[in-house]
């Protein structure tokens, strides 16, 4: 395999920093081990990431739509 191509297929296998940070966090949450500070910590942050996804994937999706409500909110 090329030097590009074993990075290509190293890059499709590893998970982002994001990726594993969510999955560390939704296993913290699942434990009985946290105290309840923690686990509604845990519970904002991946509601937080879990909103910006899907925020990316309609702007994505609807670059026009996603014009008008950045300049509605007044994004730069």
């Given at each position: 395999m090329t030097n590009a191509s074993s990075t290509?297929?190293?890059n499709a296998t590893?998970?982002?920093d994001?990726?594993?940070a969510t999955d560390l966090a939704q296993r913290m949450l699942a434990s009985d081990d946290n105290p309840v500070g923690v686990r509604?910590?845990?519970r904002i942050l991946l509601r937080a990431v879990e909103q910006d996804?899907?925020?990316?994937?309609?702007d994505a999706q609807f670059p026009v739509v996603a014009r008008f409500l950045a300049d509605e909110?007044?994004?730069q």
């Open positions: 290509v297929v190293e590893k998970p982002s994001l990726a594993v509604e910590a845990l996804a899907v925020r990316r994937s309609v909110r007044g994004d």
